[in-house]
């Protein structure tokens, strides 16, 4: 309930500064300007909401694949779709060999689970299924619909300091306090950025747990997390991921973070033998972690969860 209230809150917060900024705009300025930069951004943001799906399949190269070619994930990802009350979704497989798996779609009914080559070759069954876990509650939870409606308030405040600075016809026709508006909005663009940024963190612990509410062990989504960190350091998967950047969002973890996210995930996995077991996440549960103020504060600026605060909520939560 604590993660849900907070995503919540975020979305009452971001709204609230995007009321307070067009009010603002148009008492100076003139109604018909916040009305235009509003309408611009729900143009935009439909457009975004529509071919959004099509992009992110043809940039990762995903073909949907039928229950006689894929038959174990298929029966895994209904079984998923049974518990969670919603349509199956469509089940794809990249060729890719990034170590991954992702989840989008307009609506529930829209949805789509997809995973990798690469995410197949290394998880057991019962990892895997935890990943598929995780996609369904992204599914369930709306969140490509929400992080979508949530990224177009930056857009706004975006197009907003721009056209202050720099659009207002030459410079003589700039006053100084246009200029200032255009300042004073680029500085919500960023603060606004970096609270989207947090509300898609959010939105990958609550899918872990959501994970765990469809019946999947914390230890197995903590270790088939572990494994895609140490499988993406590959240099093939380096490569690889230049072409897969604009997506990574939808990732169940960010793979150009893997070099660091392995030497922090080593303190935790005891055994050296990379696997987070049962027994890692009871010790987990009773200690702090250690983490690099460097990574405290890269954290700030990506889509997902540092990886040991990311286990360390698993291990709040295992029975």
Known sequence: MWLKFRMYLLVAVLFAILYGVLVWLGSLTGIGNSITYLALALVFLGIQYLIGPILVGWTMGVKYVTEQQEPDLHRMVAELAQQANLPKPKVGISEMTIPNAFAFGRTQGDGRICVTRGILNILSRDELRAVLGHEMSHIKHRDMAIITLLSAIPMILHWIAFSFMWGFGDRRER???????????????????????????????????GSTQLGSQPQYLATALYKLSQASVRPRVKEEMKKAESVKAFF????????????????????????????????????????????????????????????????????
């Not at 033998?273 to 027994?279: E, L, V």
């Open 175 to 209: 006053n100084e306090f246009a200029v200032f508006i255009g300042i004073a909005a680029f500085l919500l663009y960023f603060i606004t950025n970096l609270l989207v940024l947090y509300g898609s963190r959010i939105r990958e612990y609550y899918a872990d747990l």
């Open 252 to 319: 169940i973890s960010d793979p150009s973070r893997a070099a660091m996210e392995v030497r922090e995930v080593t303190q935790i996995d005891r055994a050296r033998d990379g696997i987070i077991g049962y027994d890692d996440l009871l010790d987990l549960r009773q200690k702090q972690v250690r983490i690099g103020f460097g990574s405290t504060l890269a954290e700030l600026f990506v889509t997902h969860p540092n990886m040991v605060k990311r286990i360390k909520h698993l291990s709040d939560i295992i029975m």
